[in-house]
């Protein structure tokens, strides 16, 4: 009995032996990758700031608003959080080659789904970024726009333009992601309706008197004002 | 009626017609031109639905040349940008007849001629220049000159005050000076014209034209060198056209031509202006950085007549709306504000914006700064550059407040003397621009 627990034992040890003798090379070339994937990653890191702070990144980042965004939370600028990103995207990436050199099943099929998944991963930073880039001006032209017209609520307008890109692009980014694609587009659909509904009642209703102050100031008002007053040339 | 040399009708055309007038000017414009052969005067009129005030704006200009340039060949060329009101048939059916001809100069011999063309859809004053200018090419006239269609007040001794200086001096570029009322022409007073002149180091009272002249040789080079797809471009020739003649070391000069009518305008041309003129001037600061960098000072420029005049007839302006526009702006472009000026010139602006109408006073330091540092962050585009223009409209009806209540009661002489110490100001911080330009503020 002793004999055969110890004979069980000695073979369990040795097989364990046999496979970590066999697992040992594959480990040794996951750190080897994991290194090299660090040296490129980090590399790869230098070279993406340096490339950014050519182009001024932060301040088209600035511009876009992002920067604000990122101070708000205590975040790195947005060039430095980039390369980070790269880097840590790069690094990640060799280590799960190391790891899939390590030939375990059903580890591999994961790593490929993370491999495919990366480039929508950078579509979706693309579009995140123009997306706020493109409402900062805009919502920065209707602002401009609305206070030079002497129209009431400039800032809610331009506030209200941002929102709505804002949740326009999100929901682009989640679809791109694949992240609750369905029920983003469904969520999406309800809330910008709702929004435009709710809008068209606003303005129906409650601005019935601010249309009608508007259009008297725009004609009625003007016609007063010609009479009375010149307007200056500034030319 | 006098008859047309066939010399004068001989198509003795340059034969290096460049390709880009080619397409530019249309088979049936070419046609005509060529009907005339050279001139040596050019008169441009751009026009678009001006049918109401045309007729005596042609009539003077025919008047003009007939009276101040009678043995010279002139062509008047009309640029249309579509005219839906006839315009164009006003221009070209405007012939003097005979007796108007006989009382301006007898000696009058040669043929007025007189071409309409419509150079687009769309209404840019930087295509009717362009195409005036490609037809003063192709007619190789030696002077030119553009009239606005709406100076309803013009008197063909306009076209001696102007033409005279190219034709029969050595001037290249001339600029008029006007009769203008004190509160017309606020942002010219107040801002084009000092920073003009701060920069440039040259006191041309109307960088911003209506009518000008030039001669051949610029408006040839001008044509050659611009950039014509730019918006700028075709919707700030004007500025850019004097510029260009500052920065090219064309010899510049002043004539005083007579009143300036006042054209109503709304509240809602204020930024196209600041588009047209400041939104060029500080574009254009970029590729001249060497040309004005290193001046101080500035200059008086040749300038035949009064430099300028006021008329101080009562004019009713509603200061009210002024105020509130720069109270609502300074409130509510917070944010834009915060990219473009530094800390201390917005504390000092918001501070300003909780004043009364009563006690507000936009001082001309103050002003002069906030304007170069608007001029370096147009530079750095801290923001989308058109939005930096935008962004000076509240500000600058605050600036016109102040004007309008410092000169409520002033006299011409006080006016200008206000206007000159402006000018001084915007000379005196000069240094402070180029710190903000370079970065070490």
């Known amino acids: 009995m002793r004999e055969m627990i110890v004979s069980e034992l000695t073979q369990a040890a040795q097989e364990f032996a046999r496979g970590f003798a066999r697992l040992l090379p594959r480990l040794i070339v996951l750190v080897i990758i994991a290194f090299v994937g660090w040296l490129i990653a980090y590399l790869l890191k230098v070279i993406v700031r340096s490339i950014l702070r050519l182009i001024k990144f932060d301040r ?8 604000q965004l990122l101070a708000k939370a205590a975040l790195p600028s947005s060039s430095e959080l980039l390369s980070r990103l790269v880097f840590w995207v790069a690094w990640l990436g060799f280590i799960l080659l190391g790891v899939s050199a390590l030939g375990i099943l059903g580890l591999q099929e994961q790593i490929a789904h993370f491999f495919l998944f990366l480039p929508r991963l950078f579509v979706a930073l693309f579009i995140m970024f123009f997306g706020l880039l493109a409402a900062s001006f805009f919502s920065r032209a209707a602002l401009l726009a609305t206070v030079n017209a002497n129209l009431p609520s400039p800032r809610l307008l331009s506030a209200s333009i941002r929102a709505i890109i804002i949740v326009f692009v999100l929901s682009m980014v989640l679809e791109v992601l694949g992240i609750g ?44 004002d010609k009479e009375n007053e010149d307007e200056l040339s500034p030319l | ?58 009539a003077a200009i025919q008047g003009g040349l007939l009276q101040w340039f009678p043995r010279e060949r002139a062509a008047i060329i009309n640029a249309d940008a579509g005219s839906r009101d006839g315009t164009p048939d006003l221009v070209a059916n405007a012939a003097i007849d005979d007796m108007q001809r006989r009382a301006f100069n007898r000696s009058a011999l040669r043929t007025l001629h007189s071409i309409s063309t ?77 920073m003009t002149r701060a920069l440039y180091g040259l006191r041309i009272r109307e960088p911003y034209a209506s009518e000008f002249a030039f001669s051949g040789r610029m408006g040839s080079q001008f044509l050659a ?70 001046k101080t000072g500035s200059q008086a420029v040749p300038t035949t007549g009064a430099e300028q005049q006021f008329t101080l007839e009562p004019l009713r302006v509603n200061r009210k709306r002024l105020h509130e526009g720069f109270r609502t702006g300074v409130a509510e472009l917070g944010s834009i504000f915060q990219s473009i000026l530094l800390p201390d010139t917005l504390a000092e602006l918001q501070r300003l ?52 209540v410092e000169n409520r009661d002033s006299s011409a002489s006080e006016v200008e003397s206000h206007i000159e110490t402006l000018c001084l100001e915007f000379e005196r911080q000069k240094p402070y621009l180029l710190e903000m330009w370079n970065g070490r503020k």
């Open chain 1, 60 to 67: 088209l980042s600035e511009n876009a608003g992002a920067s």
């Open chain 1, 181 to 224: 694609e369905q029920t983003m587009l469904v969520a999406f659909g309800i809330a910008f309706g709702a929004i435009m509904l709710g809008l068209a009642i606003a303005f129906g209703t409650g601005g019935k008197e601010l249309a009608r102050e508007f259009l008297e100031r725009r004609f009625a008002h003007r016609h007063e």
């Open chain 2, 1 to 58: 009626m006098p008859e047309v040399s066939t010399q004068e009708r001989s198509p003795a055309f340059r034969t290096d017609v460049k390709l880009t007038e080619e397409s530019l000017l249309t088979d049936d414009f070419v046609r005509q031109l060529i009907n005339v052969g050279e001139v040596d005067i050019l008169v441009g009129l751009p026009t678009h639905n001006n049918s109401k005030t045309i007729g005596p704006v042609v």
């Open chain 2, 118 to 194: 419509q150079y687009g859809s769309s209404i840019a004053p930087g295509a009717a220049l362009r195409t005036i200018l490609a037809a003063a090419e192709l007619l190789r006239a030696r002077a030119c000159a553009v009239i606005s269609p709406e100076s309803t007040s013009i008197q063909p001794e306009w076209l001696r005050a102007l033409l005279k200086p190219i034709y029969k001096e050595d001037s290249d570029l001339v600029l008029p000076t006007y009769a203008r009322h004190k509160f017309d022409g606020l942002l010219i007073t107040n801002l084009l014209y000092p």
């Open chain 2, 225 to 294: 060198q611009t950039s014509w797809n730019d918006d700028g471009v075709r919707d700030g020739c004007e500025v850019r056209f004097t510029l260009a003649a500052i920065a090219s070391g064309f010899r510049v000069s002043q004539s005083f031509v007579g009143t300036k009518p006042h054209v109503e305008r709304h509240a809602a041309d204020l930024v196209p202006a600041l588009r047209q003129t400041i939104g060029v001037l500080f574009s254009s600061m970029e590729p001249n950085f060497s040309l004005w960098s290193g």
């Open chain 2, 353 to 404: 914006a909780h004043q009364e109408e009563d006690d507000f006073h936009y001082p001309a330091d103050l002003w002069v700064k906030t304007i170069y540092e608007f001029a370096a962050a147009h530079h750095r585009a801290v923001i989308s550059r058109d939005h930096v223009i935008q962004a000076l409209a509240p500000l600058f009806r605050g600036r016109a407040f102040t004007f309008l």
